[in-house]
């Protein structure tokens, strides 16, 4: 360890990097290959598929194993999502930073954070994550984050000597510190390490799908039993006689019975329908971090904004130097009179504000208008921090004094006179406020309760800053209006200027709320938002606490943000989105990212979950009528002893052509219909009866056509066209109102249908033979009655809210929220 402040030599680097005393850390992987083909290939649907695929192949009759081929797409589908999980859970790391600077024989060099090797000297300012456990030698207002390891939202003030956690941002300050634990000792990458696994968004879709098959899987195999018992005793009963041929007929009905009830495209759909809707926002440029997130978006009822770098363009420009009023001049020079220093010397104080590496973007702004002061050399300094809201300098000479920079109402909260009128009177025109304050007595040392305002604090000069509100600002905010999401800005700026930046971009805003007076009891502050939109002063802590009163309230809450102070609030929204302009810490726990940083890409990307999520709701209707009708069916002719009256490559292509490849096309189509929780609900009011009815229809003219004594072969042509006439029937029942895709696709399902029904080498393949007469009136029959229960069903797709109706027009928080599952939670609220 080297005994003095200039780092490490050459030498002493090269030998803890041959030590492996390194930060350059292997993390084990999240999954093993081998662990995932496992979970998505020995699965009971994938076993139950197999046995019958083989089975069908050991008696030779490959044509009926075309399910095969969605079995293999579904099981594709799922290894490559998890392989894709797997990459960026392998990658996962609390340390984002690229490079760090350290101490290398006495000069400053930027290293990759890999190179960081053990006793390092590394030099941190704000805006930097720790990437290695370390101690502080020196440290000037130097403060973390540790909230993204510890869970304590709060600003730490880390003074000399005290330990920091590799994955600490750092707040405010400067330090020179060494490194103590590397690589996988660090905190971060072990706390990096237990969060390395697979992990999925919260999605009711995917969730639904799966409680399907669960219910399908308690209901498969009994079933099947039931399925064969009839088939055999349909060929005569548990007797040794039974014949090859009649065991072989028997398998292929109890499998065509059982592959009908498993539905394999409606996974398979749910899953295009994610990677479409995500690629086509990766067009808008928009990062998709999991696939699922896209059906997040169209949950989205309260999306939550930052003012800077959302509603404005995120440059801020000084714009001028104002007076203060008389009577704090006055107050100003009282304060100072009692040392008998006068506050002069603000300009210096200003140019070395602009001149300073470590200001924030504001007090830079001020070099364009103050030019710097080689002569101001800094005693001591508090840097500015999110949750202090102040930064402060102390100087020997040229400027004697602390120096203050702050808002107002945060530097003389009590106060009550005319430096507050004069802030309000900038503020409220939109114009960024701060004040320059003064005080003869010296800045106060770090306490355990952090830094302190120096003693009798004076206004010196009032200063404000411009920022260009994006043009496209106000169009976006009356989407989300007109769509009926719920829009909060929360802002660390003065609430007039919030409210008067709201305002200029459209938001029907009468004044902005201080976050300072909203309570910290959740179901007061739950309370306290529903008539807040626009909150001034907002800390770091209180955006979190605020997007989780709203997520209690039984809220979709998305959360937009670039800021380390955004990351944890991002986090704990339902779906977080980071601007790609933001901190690597903010990116890394967003949902999704906004690679351009367009504020006006956010309807799109809205409108792009919305379609996803109403589409996938189309098509589940689709194949959830398969199953239901797949499984009455199932049991009646099991309860009945009746043999199947379908082979399974007749259902594999009746079931392709209505349902597969329509529902593929209609999972692509324009939808804006709002999302509402309850998506399985709502499927299974339109699959149960649809679905029962089917089923019903096909047990009638199967049991008719038996006692009729119509032929096996002609019976199964009999009913292969009425299972495609009243599927096509609900095809257009869900497809209507009737547009020029959607009748191109029912156009083209008939088409479909028509070939493989009556073209002789497809209908040779499906073993459909010519209707007699008594067939083709049973099947007319049965059809014609089908069509009139559907219709007196009245069962139809979902429509869409129209855009113009007053329900669109509430803003969401004003009504009484409903919880995830859809029940509604507490009374109505008052109007926002």
């Known amino acids: 360890m080297p005994l003095d402040g200039s780092g490490l030599s050459r030498g002493e680097v090269l030998d803890r990097v041959e030590r492996g005393q390194t930060n350059d850390f292997r993390p084990p992987t999240s999954r093993t290959v081998s662990s995932i083909l496992r979970a998505n290939l020995l699965t009971l649907f994938n076993g139950v598929i197999l046995v019958c695929f083989v089975a069908l192949l050991t008696i030779d009759q490959w044509q009926d194993a075309l399910f095969g081929a969605s079995a293999l797409a579904n099981t594709v589908i799922g290894i490559v999502q998890e392989l894709r999980a797997k990459r960026v859970l392998d990658r996962l790391s609390v340390l984002h930073p690229v490079e760090v600077v350290a101490l290398r024989d006495g000069m400053p060099v930027a290293i990759p954070i890999t190179q960081v090797v053990v006793d390092d000297v590394l030099l941190l300012r704000a805006g930097d994550q720790v990437p290695a456990d370390a101690t502080i030698d020196s440290a000037t207002g130097f403060q973390v984050d540790e909230s993204m390891l510890t869970g304590e939202s709060d600003p730490v003030d880390k003074p000399d000597g005290s330990a920091l956690l590799s994955g600490s941002i750092v707040l405010s300050g400067t330090a020179r510190a060494r490194a103590t634990r590397v690589g996988g000792g660090s905190y971060a990458n072990v706390i990096a390490d237990r969060a390395r696994q697979f992990s999925l968004v919260d999605s009711e879709l995917r969730r639904s799908v799966s409680r399907v098959l669960g219910w399908i899987a308690w209901l498969l195999l009994p079933i099947a039993a039931l399925v064969l018992n009839a088939q055999v005793i349909a060929e005569g009963g548990w007797t040794p006689a039974l014949s090859p041929a009649q065991w072989h007929s028997?398998?292929?009905?109890?499998i065509a019975a059982v592959v009908a009830m498993i539905p394999l495209g409606l996974v398979l759909m749910t899953s295009i329908a994610f990677a479409v809707g995500a690629a086509r926002l990766g067009l808008r440029g928009v990062l998709v971090h999991e696939l699922a997130a896209v059906e997040l978006l169209a949950r989205v009822d309260v999306i939550c904004f930052d003012k800077t770098g959302t509603l404005t363009d995120g440059v801020i420009a000084f714009e001028a130097a104002h007076a203060v009023e008389e009577q704090?001049?006055?107050?100003?020079?009282?304060?100072?009179?009692?040392?008998?220093?006068?506050?002069?010397?603000?300009e210096r104080v200003l140019g070395w504000y602009g001149a300073d590496e470590e200001s924030n973007a504001t007090a830079r702004s001020l070099s364009s208008a103050f030019p710097a002061t080689?002569?101001?050399?800094?005693?001591?300094?508090?840097?500015?921090?999110?949750?202090?809201k102040w930064s402060a300098v102390e100087f020997a000479d040229g400027a004697p004094g602390s120096w203050v920079l702050g808002g107002a109402d945060v530097l003389f909260p009590a106060a009550d006179d005319a430096l507050h009128r004069r802030a309000a009177e900038l503020s409220a025109t939109g114009r960024r406020t701060l004040v320059l304050a003064h005080s003869v007595h010296p800045l106060a040392a770090p306490s355990g309760e952090g830094v302190a305002l120096p003693a009798e604090l004076g206004p010196a000069v009032v200063l404000t800053f411009t920022e260009t509100i994006r043009p496209d600002a106000a169009e976006t905010l009356e989407y989300f209006r007109r769509e009926g999401v719920a829009v909060r800005i929360l802002s660390g700026d003065s609430a007039a200027t919030v409210a008067a930046v709201a305002r200029a971009a459209g938001m029907a805003v009468e004044a902005a709320h201080d976050a300072?007076?909203?309570?910290?009891?959740?179901?007061?502050?739950?309370?306290?938002?529903?008539?807040?939109?626009?909150?001034?002063?907002?800390?770091?802590?209180?955006?979190?606490?605020?997007?989780?009163?709203?997520?209690?309230a039984g809220h979709v809450v998305a959360m937009v943000g670039d800021g380390v102070n955004d990351a944890l609030a991002i986090k704990r929204a339902d779906l977080g989105i980071a601007m790609g302009s933001g901190a690597p810490a903010t990116k890394a726990v967003a949902r999704m990212t906004l690679l351009d940083g367009r504020f006006r890409a956010l309807p799109g990307i809205v409108a792009e979950g919305r379609r996803v999520a109403a589409n996938i709701e189309l098509v589940s209707m689709l194949f959830l009528t398969k199953t239901v009708y797949a499984v009455a069916l199932a049991v009646a002719i099991g309860a009945a002893t009746l043999p199947f009256p379908f082979l399974p490559r007749q259902l594999s292509v009746t079931d392709g052509l209505t349902i597969g490849i329509?529902?593929?096309?209609?999972?692509?189509?324009?939808?804006?219909?709002?999302?509402?929780?309850?998506?399985?609900?709502?499927?299974?009011?339109?699959?149960?009866?649809?679905?029962?009815?089917?089923?019903?229809?096909?047990?009638?003219?199967?049991?008719?056509?038996?006692?009729?004594?119509?032929?096996?072969?002609?019976?199964?042509?009999?009913?292969?066209?009425?299972?495609?006439?009243?599927?096509?029937?609900?095809?257009?029942a869900l497809a209507r109102p009737l547009t020029r895709t959607t009748a191109a696709i029912i156009l083209a399902t008939v088409a479909g249908l028509g070939l493989v029904l009556f073209v002789p080498l497809a209908s040779d393949f499906l073993e459909l033979a010519p209707l007699g007469g008594v067939t083709?009136?049973?099947?007319?029959?049965?059809?014609?009655?089908?069509?009139?229960?559907?219709?007196?069903?009245?069962l139809r797709r979902p429509r869409p809210s129209s855009p113009l109706s007053p329900r669109w027009r509430r803003d969401p928080v004003r009504e009484a929220p409903r919880t995830r599952a859809g029940a509604r939670r507490g009374p109505r609220r008052p109007a926002a």
């Not at 080689?374 to 202090?388: E, G, Q």
């Not at 739950?526 to 606490?545: C, E, F, Y």
């Not at 609900?681 to 009638?700: H, K, Q, S, Y």
């Not at 083709?776 to 009245?794: C, F, K, S």
């Open 516 to 552: 300072r007076d909203l309570p910290d009891e959740p179901r007061a502050l739950r309370d306290a938002l529903a008539s807040r939109l626009v909150l001034g002063r907002v800390t770091p802590a209180q955006k979190i606490a605020i997007v989780a009163a709203l997520r209690d």
């Open 328 to 346: 704090a001049l006055a107050a100003a020079e009282n304060s100072a009179a009692a040392s008998g220093t006068a506050p002069t010397g603000w």
């Open 374 to 388: 080689a002569a101001l050399l800094p005693i001591r300094r508090v840097p500015f921090s999110s949750a202090r």
């Open 776 to 794: 083709a009136t049973l099947v007319a029959v049965a059809t014609a009655l089908a069509i009139v229960t559907l219709e007196l069903l009245g």
């Open 662 to 732: 329509p529902a593929f096309f209609l999972a692509l189509l324009p939808n804006a219909r709002r999302y509402r929780a309850g998506f399985l609900g709502r499927a299974l009011r339109f699959a149960v009866p649809a679905g029962a009815t089917i089923g019903v229809t096909l047990f009638a003219y199967t049991r008719a056509a038996s006692a009729l004594g119509v032929p096996e072969r002609e019976l199964r042509s009999g009913a292969t066209i009425l299972l495609a006439l009243v599927a096509l029937w609900v095809l257009t």
């Open 250 to 254: 028997a398998t292929v009905g109890t």
